[in-house]
C-alpha cells in the first residue's frame, strides 16, 4: 500500500512526530509532518495519493474540527485518528465526523500500519455499498438487549453508564457487549462504528433503542 501513498501526521507534539515518522519511513511510506490543523490545512489541496494521521487533542483547531472542515470542504481522504487512553466517547465523535478508524495512545506499530493500510482501501468506491447488506443481516441477529447496548457503545458510553442506565451489572454488559461484537464481525469499535455509520444506525433508532446522535445521554424506548 506504500508505493505512491503519503502519509501527512498532523500532531502537536514534536516527540511524537519524530517517533511515527520513523515507524512509517521505516515501513516504507512518504512521510509529510503538520505541527498543527492550521499548518495541514493551509496545504491544501493534495496532490496524489495520502491519508492524514492526526492526533485528537490539539490546541486551536483539533481532530474533531479538522475532520468536519475536511467534510466540508469535500476532501475525500481517509483520517486515522490517534486518542489518548480512556477517550472513547471522543474516539466516536470523530468516527461519526468521517475517521477512518482510531488508535489510543501509545499507538503500535503493527495497529498503525494495519489502519493506514485498511482506512486506504475502503476509499475503494462501492466497498461500503457492498457491505451494507450483509451488515443489515448481522445487526437483526441481535437480542433486543444487545441492540441497547449497542445504542450505548456507539453513544461512547463507558460499560458502567451503559449499566447504570439499562439497570443491569457492567458484568452483563460486558458479557452483551462480547456477543454484540461476536454476532456483527467486528474485531473493535472501529469497525463496529463502520458498520453503524454504513446503516446510518448511528444517528437512527436501532431495534427498539433510542440511538441519539452528539454527546447527550440516551435511555431505551419505552
Request: hydrophobic share 45%.
Amino acid at each position: 500500500m506504500a508505493n505512491d501513498l503519503t502519509i501527512h501526521l498532523v500532531d502537536d507534539e514534536e516527540s511524537l512526530r519524530r517517533s511515527l515518522t520513523f515507524l512509517l519511513v521505516s515501513a516504507g511510506f512518504a512521510v509529510r509532518t503538520h505541527s498543527s490543523a492550521k499548518a495541514f490545512l493551509e496545504l491544501l489541496p493534495l496532490s496524489g495519493r495520502s491519508c492524514l494521521v492526526t492526533d485528537l487533542r490539539m490546541p486551536e483547531i483539533d481532530g474533531i474540527e479538522l475532520l468536519q472542515r475536511l467534510r466540508r470542504l469535500r476532501l475525500n481522504v481517509p483520517v486515522i485518528v490517534i486518542t489518548g487512553q480512556g477517550d472513547i466517547a471522543a474516539a466516536v465523535r470523530a468516527m461519526k465526523a468521517g475517521a477512518s478508524d482510531f488508535l489510543e495512545k501509545p499507538v503500535r506499530e503493527e495497529a498503525l500500519i494495519a489502519a493506514i493500510n485498511a482506512a486506504v482501501g475502503q476509499r475503494r468506491p462501492g466497498g461500503a455499498i457492498a457491505d451494507s447488506e450483509s451488515v443489515a443481516v448481522r445487526l437483526r441477529q441481535l437480542t433486543e438487549r444487545e441492540h441497547q447496548v449497542l445504542a450505548g457503545v456507539l453513544d461512547g458510553l463507558q460499560n458502567k453508564m451503559i449499566a447504570y442506565q439499562l439497570g443491569i451489572s457492567a458484568r452483563t454488559v460486558e458479557v452483551h457487549r462480547a456477543n454484540v461484537m461476536a454476532k456483527m464481525g467486528a474485531r473493535n469499535l472501529a469497525e463496529l462504528m463502520r458498520m453503524a455509520i454504513t446503516l446510518d444506525t448511528a444517528a437512527q433508532p436501532i431495534g427498539t433503542t433510542k440511538a441519539l446522535p452528539g454527546d447527550g445521554a440516551w435511555t431505551p424506548a419505552r
